[in-house]
């Protein structure tokens, strides 16, 4: 049953994608309709579930025909309009749109002119040109599509779920086995809890007494579209957006060492249980016994195991087979990350994109016991833009707040500037020297080559207000491929002009990469943990920049958010 403001978020944001595919306009009537429902549902702290046609209506943004909807997926977990849409556009044509330049119109024509309803059909027509004829088409555009489809596919994104989508259904299914009676623990395993940035499956694991309805919970679960398996204490489905979910269930005695298994990586597995015989002992997803006797050592929680096996623990997010059981054995694991004392990219209601009001950011800030904070609206060079008044304007408020606030948080007024292709940044010096903290990203001209891409960053770091640079690559995981960029050039120029590398932890983003940390680490890089939120709540994404940061074994002392409040500020605001 749905029972969520969850599932109905998600069906109009299914709604929009699919009427999108279905009228093939993006701008059509019926896509923002949905869009902006979903927005003004975001903004409801009410329970939907209480809530009639009529008062559903009443939020703006809400019509009547969506309000409807509304009821029927709360009423009977289904929606009618949106299953005949699944029937017509199945899994295997959504993903189609994330090629980067196949609209929704294109590829409406290919599927009715070519047949073409999946990725392999559309590598089939265009590896026998069978594009070039169309009107509209030819040979031009048939390369440019062929060359986007070998990007996408290079980016080794194709069949697995970006972890953008991966991890919010999994939290919202573990939260709902939680909740079954008799279910001691539930938790995501995998490569999810690895954090990887793409997923092939959703792996969950559940410590309960009686397996059935837990595995009767998924299944009957609304977004659950087939069961592919069913065993004694494993079940298989896969949602409607066509991605896998295996639920384990186990008994509690033994979750520890499901929980290992699990998780993974496979590597990591081997290695361990090569470490386990060694030392005259089995590792499986049961327990870590001895192999004579079958004594169990060591079963209920991973600490044991690892402790068993003459381990310190390992963080889920180094399990990758890249030296940390070496790492683990001799005492030289990273240092976990201290908290994060403050964010430095952060917009509010001023960017046209932002969706909470300067006062209640600054409340939720304090609220995460943060010290410092940089508010960083886009500067007029974006599409969600503001002029110079606004910003000024902006800043009068701020230093009144700053006052209010006294020393308890410490605000920098910034701007998130634009680079263009050539380095160029908005406004003029002088203004933008009145700032307290300035970060600079690349939002468009990503088709620029490695040479021009690297010129434009090593610019706009050479600017001296400039003291981040946001998202680095601009890739979106599943999506748009990352720019070229010569990491070493941008590393060795980061540090000689002391310009922080912004790690973004918005799902979608997590930019700079696992991979770009590794090979920008150890440079004299200075890092930032930032959560680029766009409303109060998603301040909390910080923790995903985090995760991202840990996962590359970067030394916490590069990341200066973490670092203390009289250093930190000395830092962000140079000692002035
Ligand atoms: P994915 O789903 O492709 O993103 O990657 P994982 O790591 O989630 O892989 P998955 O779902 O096939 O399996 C989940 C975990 O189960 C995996 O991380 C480790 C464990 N596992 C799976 N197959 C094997 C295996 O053949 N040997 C060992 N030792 N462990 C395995
Ligand atoms: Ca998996
Ligand atoms: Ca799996
Ligand atoms: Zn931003």
Known sequence: MADSKEDVLEMLRDLAELTMLDEGDPQSFRVRAYESAAQAISAQATDLGVLTVKELQ?????????AEKIRELLETGRVAKLEGLRQKHPPSVV?????????????????????????DDLRAALAEHKLRPLRGFGPKSEEKLAQALARHEAQGTVGRTPISVALPLAERIVARLRELPGVLHASTCGSLRRFSETIGDVDIVVAAEAAEPVMEALVSMSLTDRVLGRGAAKTSVVTRRGTQIDLRVVAPSQLGAALLYFTGSKGHNIKL??????????????ALSEIEGGRVVASETEEQIYRA?????????????AGEIEAAESGRLPRSLPAVIGDFHVHTTVSGDGRSPLEEVVAAAIGRGYRVLAITDHAEGTLSGVSREVLLEQR?????????????LKLLHGVELNIGPAGELDYDPEFRRGFDWCLASVHDHFELDRAAQTHRVVTAMRDPSVRMIGHLSARMIGGRPPIELDLEAIAAAAAETDTALEINGALPRLDLSVEALRRTGGKGVTYVLTSDAHRAEELDRVRFAALNAERAWVDPDRVANTWSPERLVAWATRGS
């Open 58 to 66: 009443r939020i703006d943004g809400i019509g009547k025909s969506t």
């Open 95 to 119: 993903a189609l749109l994330r090629i980067q330049g196949l609209g929704p119109k294109a590829l409406s024509r290919l599927r009715v002119e070519l047949g073409v309803q999946s990725i």
């Open 273 to 286: 249980r090569q470490r386990a015989l060694t030392r005259g002992l089995t590792l499986n997803e049961y």
């Open 309 to 321: 096996l003459d381990l310190a623990f390992i963080p889920p997010v180094l399990r990758e087979d």
């Open 396 to 408: 009068a408020r701020f230093r009144a707040l700053q006052s209010e606030l006294g020393d308890a």
